[in-house]
């Protein structure tokens, strides 16, 4: 894949920020060295309240970066006393197990077994009761635990990776397991069975990921992948492959005060499958409808006995198409390592490279109103040929017991050729769909670098953990444009479709050039008081964007912008696993539209506040969310009219949602996961310069959304291997327009899975298993009607999937 650039500005500026960066934070060698695992009598301040003893393990385990090893039968119905003060951990964990019969043992550098207080210490077969392991799983706990569809932590909700029970916001973790049982081919799947997202708002589109949350597009402006932004580059976006992520979090609400720019309603931010402790060893093949067909692989795990240098790869190649014949082909191979020279230190280095071919025009005729089951393109003449690659890193290192310092930088490029057939219908023979041909090219370059440093500290009964950062983004687009005119063997007979059609690729006629910059400095303290957590947040933003059309030289738009945001959030955790919180955020997102004498105007901003509560038990195997909140987009442009017959946009849009959200992710049996959400919006057009749209609801924003995932496993019997899962999703009605004249119909989708593990009836075919899943079983494809253009939603998919691990 060619390396895009600009002239000479880009590379200095990528060595410059990167030197600047790493110099002016990384410490001396010989420090850099130091910091080996914590000595035993090493002091650390704990505030961990009375309460179940598993909840308190949990919180004491992220506290003193250790990972505890238990029976979730052991500690079932057990209290602990606390934790308030400054001890050792080996003081700390005493403490905490006061009283419960149980006691611990070290069984690795950084792990700790928790055992029955009678039990033999003798041998690694004693450091779990026996009973456990028929009685229970064994549950790992520590940084980054899931439990099925559940999990324990956000690493997005506040770059600190804070549990999500005292995270005062709404964020939804879609887990690894959540994203297998339910076998979803891309991010949209991924996210459909949470509160307070949508999809399909223009219908069946495999361009993009189309994502709504709390009512706003978050498409190309929302789009995250390990922390760091991934830029649009207009006609194309960075398509995201589902089997190379280990996880999706959703943040609901404005995130500009640690993310920068962005849209109010939230983010997503994909998080990539790295290289862990565990040896990962799987192959995968599908078949399925359109002919899809595809293989995949992923492994992984240490490269040597002390675990300091680990690996992972992953792959996946697939041809096949989709509805409408739209061609659904990929590439993909993600490399990473993992370097950890000390107990202090951790280097991973990571790249993908990522190459695709769909196409480019997914839209149906529109006819009389009403939505026809044909192409407005041409699958043969149609495509979207795309090659993406990343490569990056990111590196944290503990100074000491009260620092940790933490980098991530990302290069990224897109490189993609597209053409299409479109057009409108003839006045003189309505029947006729008079079609031309276009064609886009893009090419995009974004660096970025994030750097933090984090502080755990006390202030008497206080403690701190603070984060400072800065961060710095850069992207530069280029765009190209070319239209043949109405080519009339192109023409389109509704009554006699016939497709086939090949031709010329038309020339470029228009060029374009985009550079942004953007700086940002920000600070967080999370402080724990008691059962108390207050969540403080502050960041200031400096933009620079500048647009050119490279053919005339001309400069068509330049603006400087700097922006303060900020968060507040307040939690109360009761030693139950009930949390009441509250919350208030702000975003700001630079805009393109131009004003009447040609100047680009100012971002658009938002804020929110939410108020809700949650409720974790201290096992960790489920968790409830409940959330309203008021969600308010100002400084939106609208159209303002028309200068010598071009339009212009003043800042007066207004759009103000109000909402009550709940999800619950469960595992309430060792063989039985769900998910449920309920998404209640209300959403008016507060402000604008259309009479018409004030007081309206905007487009394709639905008043009900809800869906209910259930997933069951037989373990023991004669039917064990089997599975089961089984999804019923379901979409309010919606307007088409702002005018709120004609509305989009609701509808309800089924989905369904099986699976078997043959490996529990035969051992020798252990980690083999198969599964068959069916997305939109009726086969129902919703029309979906957006701003006087209609669209198709995806119809019946079946795949079939064999994988097997070992």
């Known amino acids: 894949m060619r390396i895009l650039n600009e002239g000479r500005r880009l590379p200095l500026m990528l060595a410059l920020s990167t030197t600047t960066m790493l110099v002016g934070l990384a410490l001396p060698k010989a420090t850099f060295a130091q910091s080996p695992q914590p000595a035993a009598d090493t002091l650390r301040g704990f505030a961990i309240p009375a309460g179940p003893l598993a909840q308190a393990l949990n919180r004491f385990a992220d506290a003193a970066r250790l990972q505890l090893v238990y ?63 028929t009685l229970d799983i064994i549950d790992v706990t520590g940084r980054g635990e899931t439990i099925g569809y559940v999990a324990r932590n956000s690493a997005s909700g506040s770059k600190t990776n804070t549990p999500l029970i005292e995270t005062p916001r709404s964020i939804s973790v879609i887990t690894r397991q959540e994203l297998d049982d339910r076998v979803v081919t891309n991010v949209a799947d991924a996210v459909r069975y949470s509160a307070g997202t949508t999809t399909g708002g223009y219908g069946f589109d495999p361009r993009f990921d189309q994502i709504y949350i709390r009512g706003f597009p978050t498409t190309t402006l929302g789009d995250f992948r390990d922390g760091l932004k ?22 609901k609400g404005p995130a500009s005060v640690l993310y920068g720019q962005g849209v109010p309603g939230g983010l997503i931010d994909r998080r990539s499958k790295l290289p862990t402790d565990t040896p990962i060893r799987e192959i995968s093949l599908q078949g399925g409808t359109f002919g899809r067909l595809q293989g995949a692989f992923d492994i992984g795990g240490p490269i040597d006995p002390e675990k300091t ?54 839209a149906a005729l529109n006819w009389n109103g009403r939505v026809l089951k044909m192409r407005a393109s041409d699958p043969n003449y149609d495509y979207l040929k795309q090659k993406q690659g990343q490569i990056g890193y990111s590196l944290e290192h503990k100074f000491n017991e009260v620092f940790t310092f933490r980098q991530k930088v990302r290069y990224s490029a897109i490189e993609a050729e597209s053409r299409y057939l479109t057009g409108s219908f003839n006045s003189a023979t309505p029947t006729i769909y008079d079609r031309g041909a276009a064609a886009v090219g893009d090419r995009l370059a974004s660096f970025q670098v994030d750097n933090n440093l984090e502080a755990k500290f006390r202030t008497g009964p206080l403690a701190h953990k603070v984060l400072l950062g800065v961060n710095y983004d850069y992207n530069l687009w280029r765009f190209a444009y070319g239209y043949s005119g109405v080519v009339p063997a192109y023409a389109l007979n509704i009554l006699n479709p016939v497709y086939g059609f090949m031709g010329p690729t038309p020339a470029y006629t228009t060029r374009s050039r985009s550079r942004q910059e953007q700086v940002g400095v920000y600070v967080q303290d ?79 901003k938002g804020e929110q506040i939410e108020a809700g509560v949650k409720y974790q038990p201290g096992d960790g195997r489920m968790l409830l969310t409940f959330s309203a909140y008021q969600l308010k987009e100002k400084n939106a442009p609208k ?8 339009p212009y946009y003043v800042s007066v849009g207004e759009v103000t949602v109000r909402g009550i959200e709940l999800e619950a992710r469960a595992r309430l049996t060792d063989s039985f996961d769900t998910v449920a959400a309920y998404t209640f919006s209300d959403a008016k057009i507060t402000n604008t310069t259309v009479a018409s749209e004030y007081g309206k609801i905007p487009a394709v924003t639905p008043r009900h959304v809800a869906s209910l995932w259930l997933n069951y496993n ?54 083999l298993s198969a599964s068959v899943a069916a997305n939109n079983i009726a086969d129902k494809q919703a029309s979906v009607c957006n701003a006087g253009y209609c669209y198709l939603g995806q119809g019946r998919t079946v795949i079939g999937t064999l994988t097997y691990k070992w």
């Not at 991934?230 to 943040?251: C, D, H, K, M, N």
């Open 309 to 362: 240098m680990l690996y992972r790869v992953v792959g996946l190649g697939r041809d096949g198409n989709t509805n409408f014949n739209i061609a659904d082909k990929r590439m993909m191979i993600a490399p990473s390592f993992t370097w950890r020279p000390t107990a202090a230190t951790s280097l991973t280095i990571y790249a993908l490279y990522q190459q695709d071919e769909t196409d480019s025009s997914a």
């Open 230 to 251: 991934q830029f649009p580059a207009g006609f194309t976006t960075f398509r995201t492959e589902p089997y190379g992520l280990e996880s999706v979090e959703i943040i």
């Open 639 to 646: 159209l303002g009219g028309y200068v010598n017959g071009l």
């Open 71 to 133: 029976s979730g039968v052991a500690t079932r119905g057990l209290r602990s006393p606390g934790l308030n003060g400054n001890f050792t951990p080996q003081q700390g964990l005493a403490r905490l197990l006061a009283g419960t019969g149980l006691s611990y043992r070290m069984t690795g550098p950084r792990t700790v077994t928790i055992t029955s207080a009678n039990a033999s210490t003798s041998g690694a077969s004693s450091a779990i009761p026996s009973e456990a392991i």
């Open 526 to 604: 999370q402080i724990s008081f008691g059962n108390w957590r207050l969540a403080l947040s502050g960041r200031q933003d400096w933009t620079d964007r500048t647009q050119n059309n490279q053919i005339t030289g001309a400069v068509t738009g330049a603006r400087k912008d700097n922006a303060f945001t900020y968060s507040a959030g307040l939690l109360y955790l009761f030693d139950n696993g009930i949390a009441p919180y509250a919350s208030y955020a702000t975003s700001f997102q630079p805009v393109t539209s131009q004003g009447a004498g040609g100047a680009i105007l100012a971002p658009s």
């Open 714 to 767: 037989v373990q023991t019997g004669p039917f064990a291997g089997f599975g089961a899962g089984f999804g019923v999703r379901y979409v309010g009605d919606t307007w088409t327009s702002n005018a709120n004249t004609a509305k989009n119909d609701a509808y309800t989708l089924f989905d369904a899975v099986l699976r078997y593990d043959f490996g529990k009836s035969n051992p020798q075919l252990a980690g």
